[in-house]
T-cell receptor, first 113, second 113 residues
Framework: DQQVKQNSPSLSVQEGRISILNCDYT??????FLWYKKYPAEGPTFLIS?????DKNEDGRFTVFLNKSAKHLSLHIVPSQPGDSAVYFC????????????FGSGTQLTVLP | KAGVTQTPRYLIKTRGQQVTLSCSPI?????VSWYQQTPGQGLQFLFE???????NKGNFPGRFSGRQFSNSRSEMNVSTLELGDSALYLC????????????FGQGTRLTVV
Protein backbone atom coordinates (compact mmCIF):
# COMPACT_ATOMS: atom_id res chain seq x y z
CA ASP A 1 0.00 0.00 0.00
CA GLN A 2 1.78 3.09 -1.29
CA GLN A 3 0.96 5.98 1.00
CA VAL A 4 2.95 8.50 -1.06
CA LYS A 5 2.70 8.32 -4.82
CA GLN A 6 4.58 10.03 -7.58
CA ASN A 7 2.75 8.90 -10.67
CA SER A 8 5.16 10.34 -13.24
CA PRO A 9 8.39 8.34 -13.39
CA SER A 10 9.97 10.92 -15.68
CA LEU A 11 9.62 14.51 -16.87
CA SER A 12 11.53 16.44 -19.52
CA VAL A 13 11.53 20.22 -19.58
CA GLN A 14 13.32 22.85 -21.65
CA GLU A 15 15.88 25.01 -19.88
CA GLY A 16 14.33 28.22 -18.59
CA ARG A 17 10.80 26.81 -18.46
CA ILE A 18 8.87 25.70 -15.41
CA SER A 19 9.15 22.16 -14.04
CA ILE A 20 6.16 20.86 -12.09
CA LEU A 21 6.54 17.65 -10.12
CA ASN A 22 3.49 16.12 -8.49
CA CYS A 23 2.90 13.96 -5.46
CA ASP A 24 -0.24 12.44 -3.93
CA TYR A 25 -0.70 10.91 -0.50
CA THR A 26 -3.35 8.79 1.12
CA UNK A 27 -2.56 8.96 4.85
CA UNK A 28 -4.48 11.83 6.42
CA UNK A 29 -2.14 11.70 9.44
CA UNK A 30 0.72 13.15 7.38
CA UNK A 31 1.38 16.68 8.56
CA UNK A 32 4.78 17.54 7.15
CA PHE A 33 6.06 17.17 3.61
CA LEU A 34 9.51 17.45 2.09
CA TRP A 35 11.11 17.33 -1.33
CA TYR A 36 14.52 15.81 -1.91
CA LYS A 37 16.76 15.70 -4.96
CA LYS A 38 18.98 12.70 -5.58
CA TYR A 39 21.86 11.90 -7.90
CA PRO A 40 22.92 8.27 -8.51
CA ALA A 41 25.10 6.75 -5.79
CA GLU A 42 24.56 9.74 -3.50
CA GLY A 43 22.23 10.42 -0.61
CA PRO A 44 19.15 12.61 -1.10
CA THR A 45 19.64 16.35 -0.70
CA PHE A 46 16.92 18.39 1.01
CA LEU A 47 15.23 21.02 -1.16
CA ILE A 48 12.18 22.43 0.55
CA SER A 49 9.48 21.47 3.01
CA UNK A 50 5.96 22.48 3.98
CA UNK A 51 3.89 22.03 7.09
CA UNK A 52 0.23 21.07 6.78
CA UNK A 53 -0.79 24.42 8.29
CA UNK A 54 0.46 26.16 5.15
CA ASP A 55 -0.51 25.84 1.51
CA LYS A 56 2.62 27.34 -0.05
CA ASN A 57 6.30 27.68 0.72
CA GLU A 58 8.94 29.35 -1.43
CA ASP A 59 12.70 29.18 -1.43
CA GLY A 60 14.42 30.81 -4.37
CA ARG A 61 13.54 28.97 -7.57
CA PHE A 62 11.61 26.29 -5.64
CA THR A 63 7.99 26.55 -4.53
CA VAL A 64 5.95 23.80 -2.93
CA PHE A 65 2.15 23.89 -2.96
CA LEU A 66 -0.01 21.78 -0.68
CA ASN A 67 -3.70 21.02 -1.28
CA LYS A 68 -4.82 19.16 1.83
CA SER A 69 -8.34 18.48 0.65
CA ALA A 70 -7.01 16.77 -2.47
CA LYS A 71 -4.08 15.21 -0.57
CA HIS A 72 -1.81 16.57 -3.27
CA LEU A 73 1.40 18.53 -3.34
CA SER A 74 3.54 19.85 -6.12
CA LEU A 75 7.03 21.24 -6.53
CA HIS A 76 7.55 24.06 -9.00
CA ILE A 77 11.04 24.90 -10.25
CA VAL A 78 11.33 28.21 -12.10
CA PRO A 79 13.40 28.68 -14.16
CA SER A 80 14.62 25.14 -14.73
CA GLN A 81 18.36 24.67 -15.23
CA PRO A 82 20.32 21.70 -16.64
CA GLY A 83 21.87 21.19 -13.19
CA ASP A 84 18.39 20.45 -11.87
CA SER A 85 18.39 17.15 -13.74
CA ALA A 86 18.09 14.48 -11.04
CA VAL A 87 15.54 12.21 -9.37
CA TYR A 88 13.12 14.12 -7.15
CA PHE A 89 11.49 12.42 -4.19
CA CYS A 90 8.47 13.56 -2.29
CA UNK A 91 8.43 12.52 1.39
CA UNK A 92 5.85 12.76 4.15
CA UNK A 93 5.84 12.49 7.90
CA UNK A 94 3.14 12.10 10.53
CA UNK A 95 5.32 13.47 13.31
CA UNK A 96 5.71 17.07 12.19
CA UNK A 97 9.39 16.44 11.74
CA UNK A 98 11.76 14.60 9.40
CA UNK A 99 12.40 11.74 11.78
CA UNK A 100 10.43 9.02 10.05
CA UNK A 101 9.77 9.68 6.38
CA UNK A 102 7.60 7.86 3.88
CA PHE A 103 8.93 8.40 0.38
CA GLY A 104 7.34 8.38 -3.04
CA SER A 105 8.93 6.40 -5.86
CA GLY A 106 10.60 9.43 -7.41
CA THR A 107 10.42 11.38 -10.66
CA GLN A 108 13.42 11.64 -12.98
CA LEU A 109 13.61 15.26 -14.14
CA THR A 110 15.64 16.01 -17.25
CA VAL A 111 16.22 19.66 -18.14
CA LEU A 112 17.21 20.01 -21.77
CA PRO A 113 19.61 22.80 -22.75
CA LYS B 1 30.10 21.59 9.84
CA ALA B 2 30.76 18.01 8.77
CA GLY B 3 27.89 16.15 7.12
CA VAL B 4 26.55 12.67 7.77
CA THR B 5 29.29 10.08 7.31
CA GLN B 6 28.56 6.48 6.41
CA THR B 7 31.10 3.69 6.26
CA PRO B 8 31.93 1.69 4.32
CA ARG B 9 30.77 3.10 0.98
CA TYR B 10 30.74 -0.29 -0.74
CA LEU B 11 30.47 -3.81 0.57
CA ILE B 12 30.20 -7.25 -1.00
CA LYS B 13 29.00 -10.10 1.17
CA THR B 14 27.95 -13.70 0.64
CA ARG B 15 24.51 -15.08 1.38
CA GLY B 16 24.19 -16.17 4.98
CA GLN B 17 26.82 -13.77 6.29
CA GLN B 18 26.10 -10.79 8.47
CA VAL B 19 27.07 -7.16 7.98
CA THR B 20 27.41 -4.04 10.10
CA LEU B 21 27.10 -0.55 8.67
CA SER B 22 28.09 2.62 10.47
CA CYS B 23 26.71 6.15 10.52
CA SER B 24 28.07 9.29 12.18
CA PRO B 25 25.42 12.01 12.29
CA ILE B 26 25.91 15.75 12.08
CA UNK B 27 27.29 17.11 15.32
CA UNK B 28 24.45 17.95 17.68
CA UNK B 29 21.89 15.78 15.93
CA UNK B 30 20.49 13.12 18.22
CA UNK B 31 18.09 11.42 15.84
CA VAL B 32 19.43 8.89 13.34
CA SER B 33 17.19 7.09 10.85
CA TRP B 34 18.05 4.31 8.44
CA TYR B 35 16.53 3.72 5.01
CA GLN B 36 16.88 1.04 2.37
CA GLN B 37 16.75 1.95 -1.32
CA THR B 38 16.13 -0.74 -3.93
CA PRO B 39 14.99 -0.40 -7.55
CA GLY B 40 11.79 -2.33 -6.84
CA GLN B 41 10.71 -0.88 -3.49
CA GLY B 42 12.19 2.61 -3.57
CA LEU B 43 13.26 4.32 -0.36
CA GLN B 44 11.89 2.54 2.69
CA PHE B 45 12.21 3.44 6.35
CA LEU B 46 14.02 0.85 8.46
CA PHE B 47 14.19 2.36 11.96
CA GLU B 48 14.98 5.48 13.92
CA UNK B 49 17.16 5.90 16.98
CA UNK B 50 17.05 8.77 19.41
CA UNK B 51 18.97 9.00 22.67
CA UNK B 52 20.23 5.43 22.24
CA UNK B 53 16.68 4.04 21.99
CA UNK B 54 14.84 2.73 18.97
CA UNK B 55 11.81 5.01 18.59
CA ASN B 56 10.24 3.79 15.39
CA LYS B 57 10.56 0.73 13.21
CA GLY B 58 9.55 0.07 9.64
CA ASN B 59 8.20 -3.14 8.17
CA PHE B 60 11.39 -5.19 7.99
CA PRO B 61 12.20 -8.63 9.41
CA GLY B 62 14.07 -9.07 12.67
CA ARG B 63 17.28 -9.79 10.75
CA PHE B 64 17.60 -6.03 10.50
CA SER B 65 18.65 -4.42 13.74
CA GLY B 66 20.48 -1.36 14.94
CA ARG B 67 21.82 0.53 17.87
CA GLN B 68 22.90 4.00 18.82
CA PHE B 69 25.78 5.00 21.04
CA SER B 70 26.01 7.80 23.57
CA ASN B 71 27.77 10.03 21.01
CA SER B 72 24.75 9.53 18.66
CA ARG B 73 26.73 7.41 16.22
CA SER B 74 24.62 4.53 14.97
CA GLU B 75 25.18 1.10 13.50
CA MET B 76 22.82 -1.18 11.68
CA ASN B 77 23.27 -4.90 11.39
CA VAL B 78 21.80 -7.36 8.95
CA SER B 79 22.16 -11.04 9.81
CA THR B 80 21.76 -14.08 7.57
CA LEU B 81 22.04 -12.01 4.42
CA GLU B 82 19.78 -12.77 1.47
CA LEU B 83 20.21 -11.78 -2.17
CA GLY B 84 17.26 -9.40 -1.77
CA ASP B 85 19.15 -7.41 0.85
CA SER B 86 21.33 -5.96 -1.91
CA ALA B 87 20.54 -2.25 -1.75
CA LEU B 88 21.77 1.22 -0.99
CA TYR B 89 21.48 1.78 2.76
CA LEU B 90 21.09 5.41 3.73
CA CYS B 91 21.42 7.03 7.09
CA UNK B 92 19.81 10.37 7.94
CA UNK B 93 20.32 12.61 10.91
CA UNK B 94 18.08 15.35 12.19
CA UNK B 95 17.65 17.60 15.18
CA UNK B 96 14.60 17.38 17.40
CA UNK B 97 11.66 19.69 17.06
CA UNK B 98 9.03 20.49 14.47
CA UNK B 99 9.65 21.29 10.83
CA UNK B 100 13.14 19.90 10.82
CA UNK B 101 14.90 18.38 7.87
CA UNK B 102 16.77 15.13 7.55
CA UNK B 103 20.32 15.23 6.23
CA PHE B 104 21.41 12.10 4.42
CA GLY B 105 24.77 10.46 4.12
CA GLN B 106 26.10 9.14 0.81
CA GLY B 107 24.99 5.64 1.67
CA THR B 108 26.53 2.19 1.77
CA ARG B 109 26.06 0.08 -1.35
CA LEU B 110 25.66 -3.52 -0.17
CA THR B 111 25.85 -6.33 -2.70
CA VAL B 112 24.97 -9.85 -1.58
CA VAL B 113 26.26 -12.62 -3.84
Amino acid sequence: DQQVKQNSPSLSVQEGRISILNCDYTNSMFDYFLWYKKYPAEGPTFLISISSIKDKNEDGRFTVFLNKSAKHLSLHIVPSQPGDSAVYFCAASASGSARQLTFGSGTQLTVLP
Amino acid sequence: KAGVTQTPRYLIKTRGQQVTLSCSPISGHRSVSWYQQTPGQGLQFLFEYFSETQRNKGNFPGRFSGRQFSNSRSEMNVSTLELGDSALYLCASSSVGANTEAFFGQGTRLTVV
